[in-house]
């Protein structure tokens, strides 16, 4: 079975610095593309930041330029690091993750969420 979990959250102090983990349990599995989105209470999940398996990263315009997304593959954890924290980067941060599941003798791309870690930034 294959488990997501989000790590790192917290209160930030606007203008610091947050280093957000996504770690991926994936047995005998294949981790495609990671995505991290940013969940605003009561508005659509957007998405941050994403890498995929050979390390191409793509990054939304509000965290382009101030963040960094990469995949430590010895513990399976994908991080993201954002500077310059503002106070409307407060949201829950959830990971998703495309993994290659074995299902009877087929191999098919599934996709897998975590529950979120809340990061509040203060101004």
């Known amino acids: 079975q294959v488990q997501v979990t989000e790590s790192g959250g917290g209160l930030v102090q606007a203008g610091g610095s947050m280093r957000l983990s996504c770690t991926v349990s994936y047995p005998g599995n294949r981790i495609n593309t990671v995505t991290w989105y940013r969940q605003i209470q009561g508005e659509q999940r957007d998405m941050v930041a994403s890498?995929?398996?050979?390390?191409?990263?793509d990054y939304a315009a509000f965290m382009r330029g101030r963040s960094t997304i990469s995949r430590h593959s010895e513990n399976n954890t994908i991080v993201l690091h954002v500077e310059r924290v503002r106070p409307e980067d407060t949201g829950a941060y959830v990971c998703?993750?495309?993994?290659?599941?074995?299902?009877?003798?087929?191999?098919?791309?599934?996709?897998?969420w975590g529950q979120g870690t809340q990061v509040t930034v203060s101004a």
């Open positions: 890498i995929d398996a050979a390390g191409a990263t």
């Open positions: 998703n993750a495309q993994v290659t599941v074995r299902r009877g003798f087929r191999r098919v791309v599934e996709s897998f």
